[in-house]
């Protein structure tokens, strides 16, 4: 039987409905990925507010208030004199995993409720299981490439892979990971809640399984982190088979001779890494394949091509999980189906006053879809109803793209940072440096790769950094860490790196930059070892 899925070239993304336990939702799309990432949507600057950290009893922990606030009333929304947990957590993935920790750490009584496995989509069907899947298609390209094992003095036979056992790395790795998760929650004393959360009113929630009957829980603080799900335009049919989500590629169960990856954003580019190195052909054949794809013209409406393929996987971005949380309790509306937040994370009501007490970090919000940003984001509310006034830094937030090579970035691209400083009037500088001056990445020899620095002259502040080469995804943490704690070129310059080391592309680059300002913290005295 043969499947059809008709696309428009730069088709803008409809709606598309998702379940959530049983209720479907109309959940809108992400804006279209045909542009460069844009950091600064979803970038907040560094504020420096508060005292010292502190660690604040729960009996006596305050808050900061906000000059609008709303307590919205429905059917259940008499707010509870007292309460069952200090924190209560609707979505056990990352940003919920992180910020579950984190509370226990201050002191916090906390409870999590998940309804489906602990680890979320990034450990179950992510993050997690698509980094094994990368770290065979790598191998596999090594083992492949000829040219280059001869360059190192080495001789392979032809080599192989056992599809089934691919599909059990990854599986047994994704296990691995959960239940380590799930240990070093319940070793902390936290309440992992089975079910699905759904709001009833001010700090108040119930949770249970489809059959049974439904648990009532109170808590000072609520934080929604309940992720997201793949999303499939409009017209398009998901059968698992040949028509297919990142959540059915990451089994791998099967290789298609020929496939096509609709979208070429994170998800797509790695899954292509990964059929390429075992033996896909992304270009597409016509010879009476199972998935014929329909190409036409998103202005114009007329057809431009005509392919047929094995399969089709459908990297078309992700969606908010968000439907049947009870937001229509609080009075809190959806916005493309994400929660709308402020800078703390804090929900925001249809009105656009905070809801006391409520926050949603992660996909959920879409301020940021990565897991690492949702895990920096529970930390961040934590901090925030411990007493302690945080804003995380989003632009500080790295990405990365684990293809062979690497691709990874932080903040603005040069074309973002020239728009940024015609606009407030200053000027910027662009240094770069390569890979082959390296002698860790020539003795592995993988010379072909560079580093990007972008950066104020008259400053030093770094305004982005992009790599692109092996280990990318790990040497951009030097950048990002020093954008965080506000460290500029001229103060890093004077970093030591371990020789030789991949670390000294980003020496390198750093001391390639010609900054005007004088070093802005120097060191007064030497350190006697």
């Given at each position: ?130 980094k094994a899947l990368l770290a065979v298609s790598g191998r596999m390209r090594e083992l492949q ?262 691709i990874s970035m932080v903040v603005l691209t040069e074309p973002q940072a020239r728009e940024k ?109």
């Amino acid at each position: 039987m043969q499947s059809s899925v008709s696309l428009s070239i730069s088709q803008p993304h409809s709606s598309q409905a998702f379940a959530r336990s049983n209720q479907t939702s109309e959940l809108s799309s992400p804006p279209p990925c045909n542009k460069p990432l844009n950091l600064r949507f979803c970038g907040l600057r560094r504020e420096v507010l508060g005292s010292k950290p502190h660690r604040v009893l729960v009996a006596r922990r305050g808050r900061i208030q906000s000059k609008k606030q709303s307590v919205s009333s429905a059917a259940n929304g008499s707010v509870p004199n007292s309460f069952d947990y200090d924190l209560v957590i609707i979505g056990a993935g990352v940003g919920g995993h992180g910020a579950a920790l984190h509370a226990v750490e201050k002191g916090l009584k906390t409870a999590i409720i998940e309804g489906d496995v602990i680890g979320g989509t990034c450990v179950n069907r992510g993050c997690v299981p698509s980094k094994a899947l990368l770290a065979v298609s790598g191998r596999m390209r090594e083992l492949q490439n000829d040219h280059h094992l001869k360059a190192l003095g080495l001789q392979v036979s032809a080599a192989g892979y056992d599809r089934q056992g691919v599909a059990d790395h990854a599986n047994t790795l994704a296990s691995k990971i959960r239940s380590n998760l799930t240990n070093s929650l319940k070793a902390l004393g936290v309440d992992i809640l089975t079910g699905v959360g759904t709001i009833l009113g001010p700090q108040k929630v119930k949770y249970g399984k489809v059959g049974f009957s439904d648990n009532v829980i109170t808590a000072k603080d609520i934080i929604i982190a309940t992720g997201s799900v793949p999303f499939v335009p409009k017209g398009i049919e998901v059968d698992g088979k040949t028509v297919i989500t990142s959540d059915h590629a990451l089994k791998l169960e099967f290789v298609p001779d020929w496939i096509a990856i609709v979208g070429s954003g994170y998800i797509g580019l790695e899954f292509s890494d990964v059929y390429t190195a075992l033996g896909s052909e992304i270009t597409p054949a016509k010879d009476g394949k199972p998935v014929t794809i329909e190409l036409i013209d998103a202005k114009t409406k007329r057809h431009k091509d005509t392919l047929e393929v094995d399969a089709a996987l459908i990297a078309t971005g992700r969606a908010p999980f968000t439907k049947g949380l009870g937001l229509e309790n609080i009075h809190v509306v959806t916005q493309r189906g994400f929660v709308p937040v402020d800078e703390h994370m804090k929900v925001i009501d249809a009105d656009g006053n905070q809801v006391p007490h409520l926050y949603c970090i992660g996909d959920a919000n879409g301020k940021m879809m990565l897991a690492h940003a949702a895990s920096a984001q529970g930390i961040s509310v934590i901090e925030q109803v411990s007493g302690k006034n945080h804003v995380l830094n989003h632009l500080s937030i790295p990405a990365a793209c684990f293809t062979h090579p690497e691709i990874s970035m932080v903040v603005l691209t040069e074309p973002q940072a020239r728009e940024k400083a015609e606009k407030e009037g200053f000027e910027i500088s662009v240094a770069k440096t390569s890979f082959k001056a390296n002698t860790k990445a020539l003795a592995e020899n993988e010379g072909e790769g560079l580093a990007k620095l972008i950066y104020r002259p008259d400053n030093g502040e770094i305004l982005g950094v992009h790599i692109f080469g092996l280990h990318a995804a790990d040497l951009i943490h030097e950048a990002s860490n020093a954008i965080a704690l506000g460290t500029r070129i001229q103060d890093i310059k004077f970093a030591v790196h371990a020789h030789p080391t991949l670390s000294e592309v980003l020496d390198e680059l750093f001391k390639s930059a010609k900054v005007n300002a004088r070093v802005s913290s120097p060191v007064n005295e030497p350190v006697a070892v």
